[in-house]
């Protein structure tokens, strides 16, 4: 994958640690010693995400959002266009 700066950096870090949730809470406090992350800051985003994805339900509740912890990571062109100003 090419580099596309600090935000894409934030997704691929979000992404890989939704991988090691789906394996424990222990999983994910090894993962962020191993890539020098604070799990209290990770586990933020994941609360701040699932409130994200609820409140987006609550006004919208055709499109019926979860969250998935083993998608797929962005390709580089979707993360290409995630980062085009709007």
Sequence with gaps: ?????????LLRMIYAASKATVQGEEALAEFCELHSLRLKGVKEIWKLRSQLVSE??????????????NLKPPTD?????SLLPK
């Design 56 to 69: 987006i339900n609550l006004r919208h509740s055709e499109l019926n959002l979860n969250i998935q912890p």
């Design 77 to 81: 062109s979707q993360v290409r266009l």
């Design 1 to 9: 994958m090419r580099d596309f700066g600090d935000p894409a950096v």
